[in-house]
């Protein structure tokens, strides 16, 4: 469908879980999509629709029970692996300070003291953490945490980014304010970007292109490729219409 | 823990101006209310003994317990056995007692918390240690070690064990599993995730665990001393009761309780300190 | 977790506990430990079969319980009504409070001296000592529990204008149990130590006593015996105490289990 290749391609991926009942539960199934490189991709669906679990499944840390997940043309072993995770509630180490939280992952690739240094302060001035970078994360607000986190996800220079309702805990104010920094941090260093919400506009406003899941089991019910010119307009017609329709099909 | 003045800052009560008011006196005058609070139960105690309502042979009025704490630096008690000898003994005793304990459960714990087997296979032994008497194992240490030191320092490491080794294992067994999630995410090693992750995370519970114990060491010694000694504050409260002065062992359960407040007041900065972000994400819940 | 990892996970459990008998078994019949002060499993499980059989260690039991129950009893009534009050009422906390703060560094091991001088060698001093052993744990979780109160809850309360005594009995009170509960089961645990203790130093019956009478007669098989019989009674009366918050006080939390252990 595009020219451009494939960062990851989920070909007829289906999940089941044992519950905790004991009942077979049906997350996802025959689930296909690919994602192109430098794509922007948002996965919208309502409670239940599985999207968590197919986050889950591109990240390494479940695995499909039938179907298969290329990430750069090879098949998902487990997480890392230059798979970049910003977490639902964000996951952040309490006991270490923004910066520290920040070169984590490189301090496990084995990166020199210095190097590290050098790149945090980078990723410091990106997400915009000055004079913040030696607070702990409890001394932080939501949204600060927020740009830890994807500080974080960004510095083991990932090969795909996925993002798991990332700014789901925010409030409208602050979610606004990091989708125009999350989109420039995304024109300055392209990344393919994987980011479930379950807010349409938030959606409209971030994406490349529309994933809408249907609930029971989970399944891919449309997509929807967005040409709207950024900075997106809320209020311009296009957006409006776009936004009543991905709502359609939602429903 | 000791209640602190946060606690109180936010009375349930909503009632209206009335509150209000008294609310800001509370907050600019937080030190001064019980202290009068104890200015006027000391005085109403002191004169109900003077008008002969107490009996000071159960209840010896405040003048004689001051007097008595002078005695007991000045002269000592019992066989002029003066009270920073008691004090130092005591202190000995628990804090030898308890970090053998430390240095034995937080290991321990650490290992039976990261692996799953072991803590299923231990659970029975801990359940049991944490749920025995402590003090009833002391028959045995005095049979084992004589009726020394020994027996009661190995008294206090037993009871403290359990307390610190429980925690610790929880601490390594309920670290939140998202963190771990990250830190996969980000290709750390099994190694360096357990020092870089679990060890961390584990922290704030065994910081519980230490100050859980450290209680335990104190309630266990005054009564180890109790039992058979003359050093020592349990000794000293006890021997006091037989000579029927009850002065001396209301003098002592005050030195008892004022050295365990510093105590538990002295760990809390050290956790202050060591984890400062441990203390504050948890008031913040 | 699911049926067959549970069963799996008694099975280690009991093979764990299986291996260390026999462990100890062995050592004892090979003379490693000195049967003297350290008896076996085996002439343990004899001594155990005679004094179930002659009643005796029933008897101690019964009689360190109906202490440990009716001291805990009045101590926990104590201080759930103090806790509530210093909630509910300011003035009332404000002269409480500190006197609270101020006892509470104390052991309640510590009391046992005072306690004889008071109220003598008998009954009445070992169950002030329980009483005031459980009483601590309780008055600062209860206290805990209504001050910590969901502020949402009480104005929610509120708007559907409850009186304020119902607010007590039908909002305060059930918001704070889990609290409580907490209390409840530190005391109860608290309390059968103490007790213990204060068997061992003044009494004439009882576990504690059991064991003195033991040592003092050179008995250390009986002392082991005594041990384990405390243990069992504490592991068994804790399950009971939590079935009773599960069932009557806590039967709409979840989470029970995060409260203590």
């Known amino acids: 469908m595009d020219v451009r290749t494939d960062k990851i391609s989920i070909d007829a991926v289906s999940k089941q879980f044992i519950a905790a009942s004991g009942h077979k539960v049906e997350a996802l199934r025959d689930v296909s999509l690919s994602i192109g490189e430098n794509e922007f991709v948002c996965v919208v669906g309502r409670s239940g629709c599985g999207k968590s679990t197919l986050l889950n499944m591109v990240a390494g840390f479940l695995k499909p029970s039938s179907g298969s997940i290329l990430v750069d043309g090879k098949q998902i072993e487990g997480p890392g692996k230059g798979k970049g995770v910003v977490f639902q509630n964000l996951a952040l180490f309490p006991w270490l300070t923004a910066r520290k939280n920040i070169e984590f992952g490189c301090k496990q690739k084995g990166m020199s003291e210095s190097e590290r240094n050098q790149l945090s302060t980078e990723l410091i001035d990106l997400v915009h953490l000055n004079g913040f970078e030696d607070k702990y994360p409890f001394e932080l607000s939501g949204g600060m945490q927020q740009r830890v986190a994807i500080a974080r996800a960004l510095a083991i220079d990932p090969i795909i980014l996925l993002m798991d309702e990332p700014f789901g805990a925010l409030d409208e104010q602050t979610r606004m304010v990091m989708q125009t920094e999350l989109l420039q941090i995304w024109s300055s260093r392209k990344k393919t970007v994987v980011f479930i919400t379950h807010s349409v506009s938030e959606s409209i406003v971030l994406a490349d292109r529309i994933i809408v899941l249907g609930t029971n089991p989970g399944h891919l019910k449309r997509e929807f490729k967005v040409t709207l010119e950024r900075p997106r307009d809320r209020l311009s017609v296009d957006f409006v219409k776009l936004e009543a329709e991905v709502q359609d099909a939602l429903d | ?285 | 977790m699911n049926d067959t990892s549970k069963s799996r996970d008694y099975l280690i459990s009991i093979s764990a506990v299986i291996l260390f008998l026999v462990v100890w078994q062995l050592a004892a019949t090979a003379g490693v430990i000195n049967r003297n002060i350290l008896a076996s499993p085996f002439d343990l499980a004899i001594l155990g079969a005679q004094q179930v059989v002659d009643g005796t260690i029933f008897r101690h039991t019964l009689v360190s319980l109906s202490r440990v129950i009716s001291g805990f009893t009045i101590g926990a009534v104590l201080a759930i009504i103090l806790g509530l009050a210093m909630g509910n009422s300011e003035r009332f906390r404000i002269i409480i409070n500190p006197i609270v703060e101020v006892l509470r560094p104390i052991p309640p091991l510590a009391w046992i001296p005072l306690a004889i001088i008071w109220f003598g060698i008998g009954e009445t001093s070992k169950i002030f000592l329980i009483a005031l052993t459980s009483f601590f744990p309780i008055v600062v979780n209860t206290f805990k529990g209504v001050t910590g109160l969901d502020r949402t809850l009480l104005r929610a309360a509120r708007s559907f204008d409850v009186t304020p005594r119902k607010m007590l009995w039908q909002v305060a009170l059930p918001a704070a149990m889990p609290d409580i509960s907490t209390g409840l089961r530190v005391g109860w645990s608290l309390a059968l130590a103490v007790l213990v203790a204060a068997e061992m130093i003044a009494a004439k019956s009882g576990l504690g006593f059991l064991i003195t009478e033991a040592m003092n007669l050179g008995r250390f098989d009986m002392v082991v015996f005594g041990i384990v019989v405390i243990g069992i009674v504490s592991v068994a009366t804790d399950a009971l105490l939590r079935a009773f918050i599960g069932r009557y006080l806590l039967f709409w939390h979840r989470g029970l289990d995060s409260a203590g252990g």
């Open chain 2, 1 to 285: 823990m000791p209640l602190t003045n946060q606690n109180i800052e936010e009375p349930v009560s909503e009632s209206g101006a009335a509150d209000v008011v008294s609310k800001s006196f509370l907050n600019t005058h937080q030190w001064l209310q019980p202290v009068i609070v104890f200015a006027i139960l000391l005085g109403v105690w002191e004169i109900l003994s003077r008008v002969g309502m107490l009996d000071p042979f159960f209840m010896p009025p405040p003048s004689t317990l001051a007097q008595t704490l002078v005695e007991l630096i000045t002269e000592g008690f019992p066989e002029n056995i003066l009270l920073h000898t008691h004090i130092l003994v005591t202190l000995k005793r628990s804090i030898i007692g308890y970090l053998i304990a430390v240095a034995l459960a937080i290991p321990i714990g650490i290992l039976i918390g990261y692996f799953q087997v072991l803590d299923i296979a231990t659970q029975p032994f801990v359940t049991f240690g944490r749920s025995t008497a402590p003090i009833s194992i002391l028959p045995l240490f005095i049979a084992v070690f004589d009726i020394g030191e020994v027996s009661k320092i190995a008294l206090i490491t037993f009871a403290c064990f359990w307390a610190t080794v429980t925690n610790t294992i929880a601490g390594v067994k309920f670290v939140d599993p998202i963190l771990l999630r990250a830190a996969q995410s980000m290709d750390t090693s099994r190694i360096r995730t357990f020092v870089e992750v679990i060890l961390p995370a584990a922290t704030p519970r065994i910081f519980a665990g230490l100050k859980v114990s450290l209680a335990i060491a104190f309630m266990v010694i005054v009564a180890a001393e109790m039992i058979a000694t003359v050093f020592g504050l349990g000794a000293l409260i006890n021997e006091a009761r037989t000579w029927f002065r009850t002065d001396i062992t209301m003098v002592g359960m005050f030195v008892i309780g004022v050295i365990g407040y510093v105590a538990s007041i002295g760990l809390d900065r050290l956790e202050h300190r060591l984890i400062p972000w441990s203390q504050a994400s948890r008031s913040s819940e």
